[in-house]
């Protein structure tokens, strides 16, 4: 509308120039100008009240809209086919404790923490147990008080406002927790602008990654990158004695096949 009204004024303007007009003719167009300077200030005005509003809702809306907490729903969602005794072909959840229990106290590494880029990326191929690991992790790092938040998806990065995470920073600082941020499929929005903050920006604070082994260019810089054997199944350690707890406490000598989730 400011356009269109914008038009006609230069349109009155140029009858202006016309030598020829009369004075009564003149008096008519400069009183139509007017108006229409008038009419599109008005409009203008409008304009401004609107993005203003609009500025407060979304100010509001970011505000309102706390990072997603951590819910550790393993239990939740595996049904019965993880439960004891077993019906045919089932599979276990692996909580691998001594695996996880060494990585939180890496992680948690006081020295480290205070870092500038305190943070980790783990990689592994796709359906390879990533998410299943991120929410083991996450659990013992709950337990070590620390304020856990949890990205199913790194493209969910781009809902929130830079200010929200500062928030939480805030927050876990006053209750004397470390703050923990984990995003999933890291992959899939390497070019979110949060990234600049969460990895190098921000003191106290430690940023969980996981992902395919390999990003593109301009990637998220980790500095610390895990390879996918570090997640790996190890015949070698405890996670064996951990497999062999689970089938002792299955009944009824029988054979049964598992798919192992880890």
Known sequence: KIEG???KIKGVEIKLSDQSLTDLDKKYW?????ALIQGRNTLIQKQSNLIQKQNALIN????????PRFKYDMEENINDEYLFPYNGIGKILLKREAFVNKLCDEI????????VSCNHYFRSARGNG???FLKLLGKELENRNCEVYFFKHAKFLDDYKEKVFEQAQ??????????????????????????????KESKNKVVIGAGIPQLEGGSPDFKNKHSSSEMYFNCQSKDMEELIEVFV???NNRDISHELIS
């Open 60 to 67: 509001t809306q970011s505000k309102s809209k706390p990072l």
């Open 130 to 132: 990533k998410t299943t």
């Open 30 to 34: 400069r009183d139509k100008e007017i």
């Open 108 to 115: 948690l590494d006081p020295s480290k923490v205070e870092e």
């Open 170 to 199: 805030d927050e876990a600082k006053k209750t004397g927790k470390t703050l923990v941020i984990m995003v999933d499929e890291v992959q899939e929005n390497i070019h979110s602008g949060h990234w600049s903050h969460l990895l």
């Open 5 to 7: 009204v914008e038009e």
């Open 249 to 251: 406490k299955e009944t």
